[in-house]
Every structure is written in structure tokens, then in C-alpha cells.
Nanobody
Framework: EVQLVESGGGLVQTGGSLTLSCTAS????????IGWFRQAPGKEREGVSL????????VYADSVKGRFTISSDNAKNTVYLQMNSLKPEDTAVYFC????????????????????WGQGTQVTVSS
């Protein structure tokens, strides 16, 4: 059974940092790309970052570029999202998801490209 489990969310002040983890099981981790998405109340789900476990390529949304870093540990089947210089607008539920393909292609934030999702972890940034 494929599972993705997020952890590491919490409450942090503006300018603070958090590291989210997404631990996967039930499939060959190294064959897939894993993405992070977020959804704030009343807003659509948006792509944050994506990493390919096949070639280590990464992409970032413009809103987080330079502040967030995505990384992957294939030995631990875990993808991390290091979030620095957090802002109140980063407040959202953060989800990780498995992309159907192993490499990063166009329209990489299209949710239809993802077949399994975690349950989400809440990140709240206070002003």
C-alpha cells in the first residue's frame, strides 16, 4: 500500500523556520518525483516545490524561491522541505504527493500528475 506521511508542521513566528518531512512507503521511492503543495483557507491548492528522486532535479514556486529548500534522502524514503524566513502568507496545510513520473516535466504542478497524497500538516506563521 502506497503511503505518504507528512510531519513537522507547527506554529512559528514571522521570520522563523520549519522543516517538513514526507516519509513514503509501499513503492520504489527512487523511481518517482515527490512534490510539496499547500492550501490556505479559501484558496486553491498550489504547488510549492518538487524533487525528482531519479535525477535530483528540483523546482520551486516563485513565492518560495530563495527561502525554501527541498531535499530527498533515498535511504530513508523521505523528502524534506526546509522553510526559512517564513511569512504569514505561508500559512497553509502542506501536502506531499507522488508524481506519476520520475522526472520533472512541464505542468509539474498540475494535481492530475499526482496519484498519491499525504494527509497534510498545518503550518501557521504568526505576525
Amino acid at each position: 500500500e502506497v503511503q505518504l506521511v507528512e510531519s513537522g508542521g507547527g506554529l512559528v513566528q514571522t521570520g522563523g523556520s520549519l522543516t517538513l518531512s514526507c516519509t513514503a512507503s509501499g513503492f520504489t521511492f527512487a523511481d518517482y518525483a515527490i512534490g510539496w503543495f499547500r492550501q490556505a483557507p479559501g484558496k486553491e491548492r498550489e504547488g510549492v516545490s518538487l524533487i525528482s528522486n531519479k535525477d535530483s532535479a528540483t523546482v520551486y514556486a516563485d513565492s518560495v524561491k530563495g527561502r525554501f529548500t527541498i531535499s530527498s534522502d533515498n535511504a530513508k524514503n523521505t523528502v524534506y522541505l526546509q522553510m526559512n524566513s517564513l511569512k504569514p502568507e505561508d500559512t497553509a496545510v502542506y501536502f506531499c504527493a507522488r508524481q506519476r513520473a520520475g522526472t520533472i516535466r512541464s505542468s509539474y504542478y498540475d494535481p492530475r500528475r499526482y496519484d498519491y497524497w499525504g494527509q497534510g500538516t498545518q503550518v501557521t506563521v504568526s505576525s
